[in-house]
């Protein structure tokens, strides 16, 4: 869980600093201990000794495009991994668009997943692909500079907490706008875009929210700073159009399914500030935050949390991505 409590130590070291920012601190101090095995470059190798260059181009210009992907414990004992081969494939296309040319096809990095887990005899595990440009041409554009290819795997529970799961979150809708296309070519999953997310986050932190929403150009919201973001009003499931300034998320692609499903209605419309307070229900969706109910958005509490549409929701993805449901043979990779 990466919004925890600091652990003693963690909060002893980072006594000078405010209030808000100690858990990004503990976050990152319990996140350097990860040890486990890591796939570079085509070979399994401890992931500590993995080394990159400090003039690795992505460490300067986030020229990097990554994925989130889940392993779960599936009923017959042995991991399956959620969805791989959508990840897999998004992570190419981010590739595409940040304009580098991925060394590895999609088959082969979904069996390089599958070898990691298996070197570290994870059952269930989150799993962190990046492919980002190294050293070489020091200027903006780089050159023919090496393209990396990492995945990096590590056992990583709710990531916006277990309270959180069952009761809902606390959001805020910051001051921060979504990229829309002509600053930043919003569909990719890449590293340097990631600086607003980040921004936020840490924005909403340090007033003791769990989340920041995101508005786009035209006020409307778009997603969350990890997450896509859905209202429920009167029994209906709204979110932002595909149109919108939004990362067509996977899980989002899921919930559409599952209410589908379910025969629960949906709309893809934008919408504002006034319906997500005057919503019934809120949720949201994404591989690390599964599905996250809404308790809060600013200084209002929704009517419910979770309401039942979005408890119908959870509970359906939750059985699903552990191999109990219609869709579990074609979404789940056993490991
Ligand atoms: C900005 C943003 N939106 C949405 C999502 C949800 O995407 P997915 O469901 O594919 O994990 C993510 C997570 O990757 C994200 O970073």
Redesign the pocket.
Known sequence: MIDGKPSRTCAEKHDTVPVGWRRDAAMVSRMAGIDTLAWFDGEIRNLQEIRVSPLAHALHYGTGAFE?IRCYRQASGRGGVFRLREHMERLSTSCRILGVSIPYDTVTLCEATLETLRANSFDAAYIRPLVFMGEGAMGVAGGDNPIHTLIAVWQWGSYLGDDGMKHGIKTLITSYERTTGNAAPIRG?LTGQYIQ?FMAKRQVRALGIDEGLLIDRDGYLS??????LFVVVDGTIFTAPDSSP??H????DTVLTIAADLKIPVRLERFGRSELYRADEAFL????AEITPVRAVDDRTLRVSPGPVTKAIQSTYLELVRGNGPRATEWITEV
């Open positions: 989130g999953k997310s997603e969350a700073t990890g997450e896509n939004i990362l998320g996977i899980t989002r969706s994404g591989t690390a």
